[in-house]
């Protein structure tokens, strides 16, 4: 299956992002085979630092560093997606500043929704980041099942049980992009997330 061909942004709503940097995974795979989503922020400004570009992305370049602060046996990026690791961004489209609206979120968690629903096997979604967070609740409360993640900051909220049909759900940090080089104790916080959920699927 290739997820660019099942999964698009049709219309382009959102004022706040850079259409130019729309990306959906553009990867062939085994949908079955995936038992953990790990959902970023965005896709890069630049797209040749995207998960499944070519040559030497910074996306994987900072996934494969965090899976390796985890203590997982992961040398390459492809040896993290044989873990039956699936990466993804909750928006399709790169930033234009700082700060996204809500709109834009929930508009492209439409996408996102339909993404997840490729993957019948998934049995932990790690969200990595605020906008991923916000991204799976508007999911959820379409579902009916009201958000998954509740209000308040990440550290407070990481080490309790929460789950999304019937499957865990990690509420973490950003690994992909430079801001994961800039603070030691979520980089410590993301292997944590990390080796927590490998467990649960080995």
């Known amino acids: 299956m290739k997820v660019n061909k099942c999964v698009e942004c049709k219309d382009f709503p959102c004022k706040d992002v850079k259409h130019d940097g729309y990306q959906i995974p553009v990867i062939d795979l085994d949908p ?16 040749d630092d995207y998960y499944y570009a070519q040559g030497d992305p910074l996306f994987q370049r900072t996934t494969l ?13 492809q040896e993290i997606l044989d873990l039956g690791v699936y990466l993804t961004s909750a928006l399709k489209c790169s930033k234009t500043g700082y700060g996204i609206k809500s ?3 929930k508009a492209c968690s439409f996408i ?6 490729l993957f019948p096997n998934v049995e932990v979604y790690m969200l990595m980041g605020d906008v991923a967070i916000k991204a799976l609740n508007y999911i959820s409360a379409r579902a ?11 550290y407070k909220l990481r080490g309790q049980e929460y789950t999304f049909g019937g499957q865990r759900v990690f509420p973490s ?11 030691k104790s979520k980089r410590k916080a993301i292997a944590e997330d990390i080796r927590t959920a490998l467990s649960l699927v080995e």
Do not use: W
């Not at 560093?65 to 990026?77: H, K, S, V």
């Not at 099942?145 to 308040?152: C, D, L, M």
């Open 103 to 105: 709109d834009t979120i």
């Open 32 to 47: 079955e085979q995936v038992k953990i989503v790990m959902i970023s922020e965005a896709t890069p400004e630049i797209l």
């Open 65 to 77: 560093l965090a899976f390796q602060d985890a203590c997982a046996e992961t040398a390459t990026f």
């Open 112 to 117: 996102l929704e339909k993404e997840l629903d």
């Open 144 to 154: 009916g099942q009201g958000r998954v993640i509740p209000a308040g900051s990440t």
């Open 173 to 183: 940090y950003l690994q992909a992009g430079p801001s994961f080089f800039i603070e």
